[in-house]
């Protein structure tokens, strides 16, 4: 008890320095739990989406190909689409038509992707998580009638598109019946999308299928149902890897290992930080010692061991460390939540701020063994020193 009163009571002689020196062991920490608290947070925002449609398969004419990315193949015909819904465990498929279109409202024109679906089969492509902010969805017996993306409502026409109001599509007159929710995220695509009936797709997108949504009975059907359908495609096809069926099982999967590879970069990145804390730390300790290098000697002389004068100044950087990760911990709470806000209020992304307690955890016990290790050599200089020189040592 009296070395640790000792050693607190050294660090309060010399408050300025030591408080500088705990604010960057603070710094270092606060990034880490930050960084990482927004790290699990994106990766909760983008995977508890995807769970939604867990029961979904995504099938698509084409390939992935190294250096190229996806490429497209072609398009599927109705056949391909009754093939599927023959396979066992289907609960549902829909097709769906798509094509990038000229669009025009109140004379000002711009392009974007117009999607066919027969609105009987929404649900196989949605579910229940795309809903209508404004009017109705599509039905049947509509005829030149569209929904249209948030986005393209409110946000990227000068007049903002309203339920009644027309729009011509590739030339041709609409009238929105609906405007869709905000959605964000991984279905973000769908702000910038217009929906028209599957009718309607025919006549100015064409015959050929762009896309299949599969829903099935069983999710744990789902690799297996996959691999079936790929094979039925491509044998109506006649061409080998024609179709690529995607489930989001596989796709959560590939995402989780993407957001271990980031959360390793920011932790990398935060890290430097703490680098630049310790060799703070060191330094403090080592002017500490030369400050305090006849003090050392009285005390050797006094009767005062080695170890004795070792622990004190490993107890001083380990209580910077401490105070610092403590510190630093409450700084990284609170980033992380501001960070949050302002990715929130800035892109209209929400990314919650999730602490994981072994991330605190882990965050004081690095800053505790960075403080002590980059303690240790400054204390042994100390502990070495002769008790004559030190004595004699102004």
Do not use: W
């Not at 769908?190 to 929906?195: A, P």
């Not at 796709?251 to 310790?278: G, H, T, Y």
């Not at 990284?332 to 072994?358: C, D, K, T, W, Y």
């Amino acid at each position: 008890m009296g070395i640790f009163t000792l050693a607190l009571g050294d660090l309060r002689e010399r408050k300025a320095r030591s408080v500088l020196t705990m604010l960057g062991v603070a710094v270092g920490i606060a990034a880490i739990v930050a960084l990482m608290s927004i790290g699990f947070g994106l990766k909760y925002s983008v995977t508890s989406q995807l769970t939604e449609m867990a029961d979904t398969i995504m099938v698509m004419p084409g390939r992935f190909t190294q250096g190229r990315g996806y490429v497209m193949l072609g398009g599927f015909n109705e056949r391909d689409l009754h093939d599927v819904k023959r396979i066992s465990g289907v609960r549902e498929a829909a097709a769906m038509f798509s094509a990038v279109k000229d669009v025009e409202h109140r004379r000002e024109r711009k392009l974007f992707e117009v999607v066919g679906i027969d609105p009987k089969e929404t649900h196989a492509v949605f579910g229940k998580i795309v809903k209508e902010e404004e009017g109705r969805g599509l039905r049947e017996s509509d005829h030149k009638t569209c929904v249209v993306g948030h986005s393209i409502a409110k946000d990227l026409f000068v007049h903002e598109i309203g339920v009644n109001d027309r729009i011509k599509i590739a030339g041709r007159t609409f009238r929105v019946v609906g405007i869709l929710e905000k959605q964000g995220g991984f279905r973000s695509e769908v702000d910038t999308q217009i929906y028209i009936t599957k009718r309607d797709a025919k006549e100015i997108i064409g015959d050929e299928i762009s896309m299949i949504f599969v829903r099935v009975r069983n999710i744990e059907d789902a690799e297996r149902i996959a691999d079936e359908i790929e094979e039925r495609i491509d044998e109506n096809h006649k061409i080998e890897d024609f179709t690529q069926a995607l489930t989001m099982g596989s796709f959560i999967r590939q995402l989780e290992e993407l957001f271990k590879i980031l959360q390793a970069v920011l932790l990398a990145i935060a890290s430097i930080s703490l680098i630049v804390a310790s060799i703070g730390i060191m330094n403090t300790m080592l002017m500490s010692v030369m400050e305090r290098t006849h003090e050392i000697g009285v005390m050797k002389a006094i009767g005062a061991r080695n170890r004795d004068i070792l622990t004190i100044f490993v107890l001083e950087s380990g209580i910077i460390s401490v105070i610092g990760g403590i510190l630093g911990m409450l700084i990284g709470v609170i980033g992380a939540n501001v960070i949050s806000v302002g990715l929130g209020s800035a892109f209209g992304i929400e990314i919650p701020a999730i602490l994981h307690a072994e991330v605190l955890l882990g965050g004081l016990a690095v800053a505790v063994i960075i403080g002590v290790l980059s303690g240790v050599y400054p204390a042994m200089k100390a502990a070495r020193m002769s008790p004559v020189e030190a004595v004699r040592y102004e």
